[in-house]
């Protein structure tokens, strides 16, 4: 859909004498039209109408620096409305903007707020969180303060008209993570999601045992299926989502390390340490851009399928089961918590403390199972 919008530096003289403002006036689509505060206050002969720059002032050059910062960020809003196909709002353009506006909807404030976080966010996972923000545009247009109690029950049973209820577990989260991000702003006094229990649970994490690990690493036989194993045997070894793995390059091994962000974040560094066989699986496949066969999650979850079929392993495969398997094992061999969590990018221990409470259930279970009860 095509979208217009005009900007225009105006110098907003009322009176005759005195200080008047410096105003951006912002135009959008023929229908919507606001005036934003730059903050610049200046005498009349201290503006240069043609070029559109203070003049003859001691501060100048930073008054200049001010309002051109401004005009900048509300292009680069713009430009991201057309690109992700967003039909722009002035509502949007003040949240985004960080300016309270009379009448300002949740919708845009979420919108902006979405936005904003495009460079903090793989591509993949942005998109997913805007099919939400699109959703939730389809509930309705809501008043910034007006997510109450009874709004978000109502929330809730439009989404189950269209999904299952654990999958809209992600659908709240993410709602309530700018509603909190509003609660911060003063833009929302109560967050209703307090008190709310969202739907669903955490899906059971799947890991292989050693010697599930041994029949993996037997396999002989298809060259594709040959790939597949050496892809998953490497995440068993390093703990490397599929992303990561796909991405590696020969540059990012320094020495005894596997040194790089992660995909999904761009900003959490990870340093992995080589073991030999994971190396040895590298140097199989040398001569390449990147060091691993490249395929796609889903052909590769298929293939290890056909595998597990193969060597009798009744749990289903995925390659995100090599990233728990790494974790599970590190831990019952000792390795602290702590680093584990660094090895697999985690931005906090928290993600990673769900493997030593599989580890403790596990112990328990054996305890129970062999009857131990003292020594």
Sequence with gaps: MR????????????????LAAVEIEVYID??????????????????????????????????????????????????DCLRDD???????????????????????????QWALDKGTLA?????????????FDLFGSIPVNGFDHDCLQRYHAHLLTIMQPQSTRNHHKIIDKYLKRAQRQGLVKVNPYADFKKPGTRSRIIYLTTD????????????????????FLFQCLTGMAFAD?????PGDINDNFIMKPRVK??????????LEEARQIIDRYKGNAYCLPEISNQRMNGYLQEIATIKGITKKLTSHVGRHTFATVMLEKGLPLETISHILGHASTDTTRVYARILMSKINKD???LNILGI
Excluded: C
Aim: proline share 2%; net charge positive.
């Design 3 to 18: 979208y217009t919008m005009r900007v225009s530096v105006v110098y907003n003289r009322r009176g005759l004498t005195g």
């Design 30 to 79: 023929r229908k919507q039209r606001k005036y934003i505060a730059t903050g610049v206050r200046i005498e009349k002969h201290q503006w240069d109408a043609a070029r559109l720059k203070v003049v003859k002032h001691i501060h100048q050059e930073n008054l200049n620096l001010k309002i051109g910062n401004l005009l900048t960020r509300i292009d680069d809003w713009y430009r």
């Design 86 to 112: 967003h039909q722009p709002h002035i509502d949007a353009l003040m949240a985004y903007l960080g300016r309270s506006v009379k009448g300002l909807t949740l919708n845009a404030f979420i919108r902006s």
């Design 123 to 135: 591509a993949t996972t942005h998109g997913k969180m805007g099919a939400v923000v699109d959703r």
């Design 212 to 231: 599930e690990i041994n029949k993996i690493r037997e396999y002989k036989g298809i060259e594709r299926l040959e790939k597949v194993r050496d892809l």
């Design 245 to 249: 793995m796909q991405a590696l390059k």
């Design 265 to 274: 974040t761009d900003k959490v560094p990870q340093m992995i340490p080589l």
């Design 367 to 369: 305890l129970d199972r």
